[in-house]
């Protein structure tokens, strides 16, 4: 299982830079193939031609938010991190996970990169309050949560932590919930995208 949970952090860094010191994974949740179809996205299409995307992936099931940002972050199925609904809360589930760590959580990519390699920085930025709830906070540098569908300090700040630990291997998660209300305007920020190539 924790070879599963390793796969979907290494995954990006086999494929874009087998010497990458930094991962940033920027969730749109939300996003469709049709929506990403049917609509212009140069600032994503610039960021991939150093990345990688792609359109051919399932969702879990049931096809929530919650137990499918879970299943991405941990690499397990709903079957076993045991996240079926998006009121999941660790005082509040009927599932148990099939592993856990020490406080009840499943195993998360944090938890995996933070046993292999102690200096790793990692940082979680959401705008959905009920995201982290299966997510140990004792594996993350940083967590930021941004009220009210926002997202644009979580931006400012998932820029300022990849800078600060330039030098230090460094696993970023950014998710903007309300990714197909803001297809129009080019999904990720200019500012965010002109960032994140200096360090791609």
Known sequence: MKIRVLIVALFILVY??????????????????EGFNGSK???????????LITLTNRPVMPSITLP??????????????????????????????IETDEQGYSPSIFKVLK???????TAFYYNW???????????????????????KDNYAKALKFIEK?????????????????DMNMDGCRRSLLQQLKRWM
């Open 68 to 97: 499918n940002w879970t299943s991405h972050l941990t690499g397990q199925g709903p079957e076993e991190h045991g996240i079926t609904a998006n009121n999941w809360t660790m005082e509040n589930h009927t599932l148990k996970a």
């Open 41 to 51: 996205h140069p600032n994503i299409d610039r960021l991939f031609e150093k990345g």
């Open 165 to 181: 630990n330039k030098n230090d291997p460094t696993l970023v998660f950014i998710v903007c919930i309300q990714t197909m209300q």
């Open 129 to 151: 309050a009920e995201l982290i709830n299966p997510i140990n906070k004792k594996y993350l540098d940083e967590v930021s949560f941004e009220e009210g569908d926002r997202y």
């Open 115 to 121: 046993d292999k390699k102690n200096n790793a920085k």
């Open 16 to 33: 874009v830079n087998v010497n990458a010191q930094r991962v940033v994974i920027i969730g749109l949740d939300g996003f469709s193939t």
